[in-house]
């Protein structure tokens, strides 16, 4: 197989700092981090800086990434690969090819295989997070969302603060007019250590990362009964300001992905902090 470094394609030029609240990165959890705001160090390859900013520890060396727990993943990519096998074996230098966007157009995941946050290199996420269901097990906590006539409960993971992130994230939805009760009825779950369906590629609800709401508001593009890359019809029904309280706490939401999972909400602090860092 075809191994290509890249250099060219991510380099960004050295301006500084962003602008923004200045805020030390929740190590302790004890403060959530707002990553729409959070001041950023720029460096002239945005993947690195994107990735050792989202995840405090995490370092890159000689072309791979070196987690805390001395676990090393190689750092290769992005491949010039069809768009079916990106999304099927993803490198971690594939999961940054499709830019997510911090706006709330849809007009990108039209594109066929616009997928951002939806390639993952599992090998990545499996020394980043868990190895195993039992490991995932032990870290996880519930985190609830506190309506005015409803509450839902999330089982989410303690790793990397997702918890005090996602409690962050709801709180805030939970402040805003109108209720937004009806969105977290009927909820689609949180941690499942399953794998995706119709796929052999492990969710990130697995990791205890990810939380679903109400799925029928939500939908989910297989729905439509398309094959992919056929999923360009989405009549969204979630709201940008229940969107933009997740990202700003790192998380992702699948509605912006060509194969639309719109109910889906997946820690991804890397992807919100790189499209801030290549200038959106
Ligand atoms: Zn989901």
Redo the contacts with the bound molecule.
């Keep these: 197989m075809l191994k290509t470094r890249f250099a060219l394609p991510f380099v960004a030029f050295c301006i500084g700092s962003l602008s923004g609240g200045r805020q030390a990165l929740a190590t302790d959890c004890a403060k959530p981090v707002d990553f729409l705001t959070l001041s950023l160090t720029k460096t002239s390859n945005s993947v690195h800086d994107a990735l050792t900013q989202a995840y405090p520890g995490l370092t890159i060396k000689a072309g791979a990434v070196h987690l805390v727990t001395g676990e090393v993943v190689p750092l290769e990519g992005p491949r010039k690969v069809s768009k079916p096998e990106r999304l099927e074996n993803a490198t971690i230098g594939d999961m940054f090819v499709y830019r997510y966007p911090l706006d709330f157009s849809l007009e990108q995941r039209k594109t066929p295989f616009h997928d951002p946050g939806r390639v993952r290199n599992e090998a990545f996420f499996r020394a980043l997070m868990f190895d195993n269901k039992s490991a995932t097990r032990k870290s996880l906590t519930t985190v609830r969302y506190r309506g005015a006539k409803l509450t839902a409960n999330f089982s989410v993971t303690k790793k990397h603060c997702v918890h005090t992130q996602l409690a962050a994230a709801l709180e805030e939805i939970a402040l805003q007019k109108p209720s937004r009760d009806k969105y977290f009825r009927k909820i689609?779950g949180s941690f499942n250590w399953r794998v995706i369906s119709g796929t052999k590629r492990l969710s990130s609800?697995s990791f205890g990362s990810?939380v679903?709401v109400n799925s029928q508001l939500g939908k989910y593009w297989k729905w439509l009964g398309v094959k992919p890359g056929k999923a360009a019809r989405y009549d969204n029904a979630i709201p940008h300001e229940i969107v933009e309280a997740f990202e700003r706490r790192g998380f992702i939401w699948?509605g912006k992905w060509h194969h639309f999972?719109g109910?889906?909400f997946e820690y991804r602090p890397e992807l919100i902090l790189y499209a801030r860092l290549m200038g959106q």
């Design positions: 689609g609800h990810a679903d699948g999972d109910m889906h």
